[in-house]
């Protein structure tokens, strides 16, 4: 990409040439949407944990390159006008709640004055798994809430999780998936797996609402995976 600047650690290729034309040339902007998770300069074999010098580069890179920066509500927005959006529009979303937003990304958020949107897991948030990094509890999601930056949205209640999807015993997504039930041979049926998704976002919602003052409408799908079901919901 001729005006993607190496900007060390974590650059990364910003103007596919051809994919930049036809949005250009059709009058429709370009968005681009980068998920992250863990940030920590801990070495770490996940996929899903970047350095904060690998961070602090994409958003420079960014710049440079002569993307703006918006929130998923802002990009929202423009739905019914998407002529009214930059030309090259940058979403910056971080999923989970780990602590090491509060401790490593705000700092960057703060430097290079960008904004960004939090997905929280609000089942996690008071009981947090033991296998996964240190999550922020509700006084610092409500620092970072109040910081100007960021934007809250629902990662969900406790669908960011695995249940058995079949006979076999299998598991799946259960935020799109139908749940196998072994004990009694049988699948979720479609009013269950309906009435199961709808309970966990709306306590979601009013998890976030109670302790953070918020009415969230914008949800990160846990996993990235939903059905005409669940959108529905």
Do not use: C
């Amino acid at each position: 990409a001729p005006e993607a600047r190496a900007a060390g650690p974590g650059a990364f290729p910003l103007e596919p040439g051809s994919l930049h034309a036809r949005h250009r040339d059709s009058g429709l902007p370009l968005v681009a949407v980068l998920s992250y998770h863990q940030v920590s300069a801990t070495p770490d074999s996940s996929v899903d944990t970047v350095t904060p010098d690998a961070l602090r580069a994409q958003i420079r890179s960014l710049k440079d390159a002569g993307w703006t920066f918006r929130r998923v509500g802002e990009v929202r927005g423009f739905y019914e006008k998407w002529n009214r959006l930059p030309d090259k529009t940058a979403v910056l979303t971080f999923d989970d709640g780990y602590l090491s937003f509060l401790t490593e990304v705000m700092p960057i958020l703060r430097e290079e004055n960008v904004p960004a949107t939090l997905a929280v897991i609000t089942g996690f948030v008071d009981k947090p798994p033991h296998d996964m990094p240190l999550m922020m509890n509700w006084a610092e999601l409500r620092r970072v809430s109040q910081s100007g930056l960021v934007e809250i949205a629902s990662h969900s209640h406790l669908l960011h999780m695995y249940g058995v999807g079949n006979p076999q015993g299998l598991s799946a997504p259960t935020g799109s998936s139908r749940l196998y039930f072994l004990n009694e041979r049988r699948y979720e049926t479609r009013d269950e797996y309906r009435d199961r998704i709808l309970k966990d976002l709306t306590l979601s919602r009013l998890m976030l609402r109670k302790e953070l003052a918020l009415d969230v409408d914008v949800l990160v799908w846990p996993f990235g995976e939903h059905n005409d079901v669940a959108r529905r919901v």
